[in-house]
């Protein structure tokens, strides 16, 4: 068995390299990583005493030869494949390990220059790239460091058998493969563009996955935050200094906020909601930009994001004691503001809601047609943008709000809509409602039933609330934020 290694990172090579000597795989490399593996006394043939030829053109030319590609390419099933490599004198390449020219960390370094540029795109290392993903019935290939050590766990146990590696897990490995060439290429794309890219026949993007998130849209949806290797700054590549992991609609509001502050010279300060600005304000002093941004819908502010284009001050940090606020970004924190800021706590939408597990938290219970209108507001709710409120009446939508910053304002504009419909409607919010005041304006509506998550601090007056006006409300438990 031969194992074909060439990697730009050296990044746990050698202890993989010598877990495959240790399964019985011959190792073949080329220049800079067969001299990284000889140095710690490794065996290695050289890719130029493989194929009989040698190195030309500086390195631009090692790999691309019949005794490679055909040693990774030829099917083990195909008798005819088994006899041309036996008259060319071709053995069978088992294992492909390579990474490739740095070229995204050249051209985002400083004086970079097109010559530079050019050297670093790899031709040989995605050619075997795609070589052995196409064959990956008969040939593991690895492009991720990440992979080594549970691949030479397995081959080790099983003596270096390929069987040891799942087809399944060898077609994983094809999608890893395929996926980071096709990111390789897409960057090298984009960098020759010079950024037209409107008048181009074909377009790609590639994006790098940079960390996860705490959850998408909604608590019951994935997220993760992919960036573009190319770009800089931005909020995608800030540093979080405390606080728990960031959800999709945090990352999505902190942009935002990010953005508007960055519009002015002066010091500014914006509170962001579902976002959009709900208070801007400039001010030389800080706390004083902060206080008139917060004034600008101190409704809407509660749960928002907070955003400054100057280091936060500790004066500004204390103004904003007493305000729950999900994300603050700033360019910096002074020491004190970080002190202040620390001591504060903080906490594909395809999810079937059931019925039968929403909680009765009033001492009315809807009725059976009023649990059916609820639950068809809920499928609607989920495909309208936040905060969303909708009306329904007999399947119906009688009426909706949405894109508001602040859910009170959404039931005004769906009670509008719907007139006299939403006497004896059946309302859903997409969340929680934060304080009484959306319930109460409902019931005032005629609104005779609301479905919504629950979970607010403000819970038992909100139940209080739909009591007094004799509503019927369930909470469901499960969150439909659509941004």
């Known amino acids: 068995m031969k194992a074909l290694l060439s990697t730009h990172s050296k990044r746990g090579l050698v202890e993989f390299a010598s877990s495959l000597r240790d399964a019985g795989f011959e190792l073949v490399s080329t220049g800079g990583t067969g001299a990284a593996l000889r140095n710690v006394g490794l065996p290695v043939t050289q890719v130029s005493d493989l194929t009989g030829s040698p190195e030309i053109l500086g390195g631009r030319v090692k790999t691309l030869h019949p005794k490679v590609h055909g040693g990774i390419l030829a099917r083990r099933d195909v008798p005819e494949d088994s006899a041309e490599l036996a008259e060319h004198a071709i053995d069978t390449i088992d294992l492909v390990a390579v990474n490739l020219y740095p070229f995204i960390e050249t051209v985002t370094g400083s004086d970079v220059t097109l010559a530079d540029a050019l050297e670093n795109i790899d031709i040989g290392g995605p050619t075997m790239i795609r070589a052995a993903a196409k064959n990956f019935p008969a040939v593991i290939v690895v492009v991720d460091p990440a992979d080594y050590e549970w691949l030479a766990e397995r081959l080790a146990a099983e003596g270096g058998s390929l069987a040891s590696v799942t087809l399944e897990e060898r077609r994983g490995l094809a999608h890893k493969a395929f996926q980071h060439v096709a990111l390789y290429d897409t960057t090298i794309s984009q960098y020759l563009s010079d950024g037209d890219t409107m008048s181009a026949a074909e377009l790609t993007f590639g994006y790098a996955r940079s960390k996860g998130l705490r959850y998408g849209e909604n608590p019951h949806q994935q997220g993760a935050v992919y960036v573009d290797p190319l770009a800089s700054g931005g909020i995608v590549r800030a540093e979080q200094l405390h606080g728990i ?204 039933a609301v479905s919504q998550p629950g979970g607010s601090v403000q819970d038992e007056k909100v139940i209080e609330a739909a009591d007094r006006l004799d509503m019927a409300m369930v909470f469901t438990g499960v969150r439909h934020f659509k941004h």
């Open 245 to 448: 992991e960031m959800s999709f609609t945090n990352i999505l509001d902190a942009d935002a906020a990010w953005r508007v502050v960055n519009e002015f010279s002066e010091p500014a300060a914006t509170v962001v909601k579902h976002t959009n600005p709900c208070g801007l304000a400039v001010h030389e002093d800080q706390p004083t930009a902060y206080r008139r941004a917060f004034e600008g819908d101190s409704v809407s502010a509660f749960g928002g994001i907070v955003g400054f284009n100057r280091t936060l001050t500790a004066a500004t940090a204390e103004a904003m004691r007493g305000v729950l606020f999900h994300v603050i970004v700033a360019p910096g924190y002074e020491d004190g503001a970080l002190e202040t800021l620390k001591k504060r706590k903080q906490t594909l939408d395809e999810i079937e809601e059931d019925p039968d597990s929403w909680k009765v938290v009033t001492r009315r219970s809807p009725t059976k047609a009023q649990l059916n209108d609820l639950a068809f507001a809920i499928k609607a709710m989920k495909h309208i943008r936040s905060n969303s409120i909708v009306l329904a009446k007999d399947n119906t939508l009688v009426g909706m709000g949405a894109g508001q910053p602040n859910r009170v304002t959404s039931v005004h504009l769906a009670l509008r809509v719907a007139g006299e419909k939403a006497r004896g409607s059946v309302l859903a919010s997409d969340a929680f409602f934060p304080f009484p005041d959306g319930v109460e304006t409902a019931g005032e509506g005629g609104v005779a």
